[in-house]
């Protein structure tokens, strides 16, 4: 079993920045890859980026170039740097750990970016 607990949420001004945390317990937190989804009001979750247990990253098209995910095993933590945010990047952010047929998810933290 993985808990995940997010942390960093909050409310900016457009173009301004927010670092997402997301703390994990459990053994072999370096073996899942850890993503970071959202979810807009009135609409469907969807993924932001991903980090695999090799360090590969994944982003969807609209972050890229202002978002950077990150991971330090040694304190089983993932992060999430969001720069120049946008009115669009408003929602709840979720952590998730996926490994084999295991996934995990965090409660979720409010950003909100008010232009």
């Known amino acids: 079993q993985v808990q995940l607990v997010e942390s960093g949420g909050g409310l900016v001004q457009a173009g301004g920045s927010l670092r997402l945390s997301c703390a994990a317990s459990?053994?072999?937190?370096?073996?899942?890859?850890m993503g970071w989804y959202r979810q807009a009001p009135g609409k469907q979750r969807e993924s932001v980026a991903i980090?695999?247990?090799?360090?590969?990253?994944y982003y969807v098209e609209s972050v890229k170039g202002r978002f950077t995910i990150s991971r330090d095993n040694a304190k089983n933590t993932v992060y999430l740097q969001m720069n120049s945010l946008k009115p669009e990047d408003t929602g709840v952010y979720y952590c998730?750990?996926?490994?084999?047929?295991?996934?995990?998810w965090g409660q979720g933290t409010q950003v909100t970016v008010s232009s």
């Open positions: 998730n750990a996926h490994y084999v047929f295991y996934r995990y």
């Open positions: 980090i695999t247990s090799g360090g590969d990253t």
């Open positions: 459990g053994r072999d937190f370096s073996a899942f890859s």
